[in-house]
T-cell receptor, first 115, second 112 residues
Framework: AAGVIQSPRHLIKEKRETATLKCYPI?????VYWYQQGPGQDPQFLIS???????DKGSIPDRFSAQQFSDYHSELNMSSLELGDSALYFC??????????????FGQGTRLTVV | GQNIDQPTEMTATEGAIVQINCTYQ??????LFWYQQHAGEAPTFLSY????GLEEKGRFSSFLSRSKGYSYLLLKELQMKDSASYLC?????????????FGKGTTLSVSS
């Protein structure tokens, strides 16, 4: 079965550079979530989109932005990178289904290292 | 605000039963989820509860008490491969796109 696809899997950037992470949700999933997970930490929610509109916002820094496109894929844009941005970035998707409970399916993550 | 608490670490032996507790305080409640995560890998879905009671799924069961803000994940017949982090997560609203908020996870070590 198709899963959530994230690219790239690994990324190395220097301080103050920019990075773009991509997420392709499971087909027919219209909701995308972005999480940041530092070493030994729990996943921290950054931002989510439903039907191409931002639906929930967590601890996303102002240096980061994200959007969901017409094909439902999403991109997380990160600027002025800092050493502390080094982490695993997970994307998850779920069908929107209004208020019904659905689990979120996670991609394999992008490991960002800022040097 | 939201607060989700789990024990940091637990140890158990192969074949045993272990219970991982989770307590939560959230502004609303629209489901509690358990995920398993091996180091460096994506969290994988184990179970969810939205009504009080026990949900059983093979070797895994999850219990919820909404009035107590309490859940547990029960793992039976433990195997070495069950060594992982177990994350409790809550969705606090019923609107589409509302994110799961995770606890800090419980690292379970299974020994032979």
């Amino acid at each position: 079965a198709a899963g959530v696809i994230q690219s790239p899997r690994h990324l190395i950037k220097e301080k103050r550079e920019t990075a773009t992470l991509k997420c392709y949700p499971i087909p027919r999933h219209d909701t995308v979530y972005w999480y940041q997970q530092g070493p030994g930490q729990d996943p921290q929610f950054l931002i989510s989109f439903y039907e191409k509109m931002q639906s929930d916002k967590g601890s996303i820094p102002d240096r980061f932005s994200a959007q969901q496109f017409s094909d439902y894929h999403s991109e997380l844009n990160m600027s002025s990178l800092e050493l502390g941005d080094s982490a695993l970035y997970f994307c998850a998707s779920s069908p929107g289904t209004g208020g019904l409970i659905t689990e979120a399916f996670f991609g394999q993550g992008t490991r960002l290292t800022v040097v | 605000g939201q607060n989700i608490d789990q024990p940091t670490e637990m140890t158990a032996t192969e074949g045993a039963i272990v219970q991982i507790n989770c307590t939560y305080q959230t502004s609303g409640f629209n489901g509690l989820f358990w995920y398993q995560q091996h180091a460096g890998e994506a969290p994988t879905f184990l179970s969810y509860n939205v009504l009080d009671g026990l949900e059983e799924k093979g070797r895994f069961s999850s219990f919820l008490s909404r009035s107590k803000g309490y859940s547990y994940l029960l793992l039976k017949e433990l195997q070495m491969k069950d060594s992982a982090s177990y994350l409790c997560a809550v969705r606090d609203q019923n609107q589409a796109g509302t994110a799961l908020i995770f606890g800090k996870g419980t690292t379970l070590s299974v020994s032979s």
